[in-house]
């Protein structure tokens, strides 16, 4: 079993209802649990003014899922939940990202793990931070809470 933590965010629709849809779908998954659940944090998507705000909501789960697998999965309960592709930076109805999956580092044209701006993103690591404090990035070897700090202090 590995220790993962993911992101889910919406900024279009009944965000909160896509937020606790995802949720739900995630620890009805075979091969997942999900074990911790930040509260909801409001934020602009850095650089993307013209858009509403996302609601996002972090989590820990359990999962005997390879992180690619989980990946596909987080694809698969986004579309359930109705979200319609409008570009890379576009809206959606629901976004499940992999931010952490336990101390593995894996860069692919398809998944890059651990995310490859949690570490300067405060949106990401904000409700990260309430639920993993001490997750420790796989690349940079400090935790969420140190690279939290980190970003606040720039």
């Known amino acids: 079993m590995s220790r993962a933590h993911l992101l889910l965010g919406s900024n279009v629709g009944n965000r909160q209802a896509a937020i606790s849809g995802m949720i739900r779908a995630l620890n009805e998954s075979a091969g997942v ?68 999956f336990g101390d593995r580092v894996l860069d692919s044209p398809d998944l890059n793990i651990p995310h490859p701006e949690a570490h300067m993103r405060r949106y990401m690591l904000d409700p990260l931070s309430e639920i993993a404090p001490d997750a420790v990035h796989p690349v940079f070897g400090r935790t969420v809470a140190e690279l939290l700090w980190e970003l606040l202090r720039q």
């Open 33 to 100: 649990t999900v074990l911790r659940v930040s509260s909801n944090h409001e934020a602009g998507r850095e650089g993307m003014a013209d858009q509403p705000k996302y609601l996002n909501t972090a989590l820990a789960v359990e999962t005997s899922l390879e992180a690619e697998d989980l990946a596909a999965l987080c694809k698969s309960i986004e579309e359930r939940l109705g979200r319609v592709y409008r570009g890379q930076w576009g809206p959606r109805e629901a976004e499940i990202v992999v931010l952490l």
